[in-house]
């Protein structure tokens, strides 16, 4: 069964169209009128082999917080569509990344249990016209959108754009390990109540 879904996403802030496949080859078409956005989510596409086609409208003759946030939503909700019950997954995952002088780290789990810790100081406050705030932003959208756990790091590093394409790098390695199928788990729901999300 193909792992593949579709959202549109339309508020009076933005409008989002989203075409995720879990089970690609890492192709991106990314068009959110923010240009290191874009170069992020082709980051996350190639490195968790994901296909992602997204296209978005927003207001950003006000800032590019919105569009930010709301990719962050669109993304995050199409791969929990495109999950369904998660049966057979590995659903845990992490990476530690290196990215010349950084190290960033993300641990995660494809439970149904939205969450995120960030632990992540970015020196410099803008990366082109981008606030760096705004990666924050992004980061907690998708997790809630996905419904996984997310916990990211940054252990140490002086450049801002190597830490903030670190973290989405270790991000997207974490993504691949945890969405794929464990043929040694019979199809089975990994988890002992036999269903993912809700409590513990």
């Given at each position: 069964?193909?792992?593949?879904?579709?959202?549109?996403?339309?508020?009076?802030?933005?409008?989002?169209?989203?075409?995720?496949?879990?089970?690609?080859?890492?192709?991106?078409?990314?068009?959110?009128?923010?240009?290191?956005?874009?170069?992020?989510?082709?980051?996350?596409?190639?490195?968790?082999?994901?296909?992602?086609?997204?296209?978005?409208?927003?207001?950003?003759?006000?800032?590019?917080?919105?569009?930010?946030?709301?990719?962050?939503?669109?993304?995050?909700?199409?791969?929990?569509?495109a999950l369904g019950d998660r049966a057979g997954i590995n659903r845990y995952a992490s990476c530690l990344l290196p990215?010349?002088?950084?190290?960033?780290?993300?641990?995660?789990?494809?439970?149904?249990?939205?969450?995120?810790?960030?632990?992540?100081?970015?020196?410099?406050?803008?990366?082109?016209?981008?606030?760096?705030?705004?990666f924050r932003e992004w980061f907690q959208a998708f997790a809630m959108g996905s419904g996984i756990t997310l916990h990211?790091?940054?252990?140490?590093?002086?450049?801002?754009?190597?830490?903030?394409?670190?973290?989405?790098?270790?991000?997207?390695?974490?993504?691949?390990?945890?969405?794929?199928?464990?043929?040694?788990?019979?199809?089975?729901?990994?988890?002992?109540?036999?269903?993912?999300?809700?409590?513990?």
């Open positions: 069964m193909s792992r593949t879904a579709q959202v549109t996403r339309k508020t009076n802030e933005t409008e989002i169209s989203v075409s995720l496949t879990i089970d690609g080859t890492g192709k991106a078409d990314i068009q959110t009128g923010i240009g290191f956005l874009d170069h992020m989510l082709e980051q996350l596409a190639r490195h968790s082999f994901m296909d992602i086609t997204l296209k978005a409208e927003g207001d950003l003759h006000i800032d590019a917080h919105h569009t930010t946030e709301d990719t962050g939503w669109a993304i995050g909700d199409a791969l929990n569509k990215m010349d002088e950084c190290l960033s780290r993300v641990a995660l789990d494809v439970s149904g249990r939205p969450f995120l810790v960030w632990h992540v100081n970015l020196p410099s406050e803008t990366l082109g016209v981008m606030e760096t705030e705004l990211v790091s940054n252990e140490y590093g002086v450049n801002t754009h190597h830490i903030v394409e670190s973290c989405y790098k270790a991000l997207a390695r974490s993504l691949r390990q945890a969405c794929e199928i464990d043929p040694r788990s019979g199809g089975r729901i990994p988890s002992t109540k036999g269903v993912l999300g809700g409590s513990l």
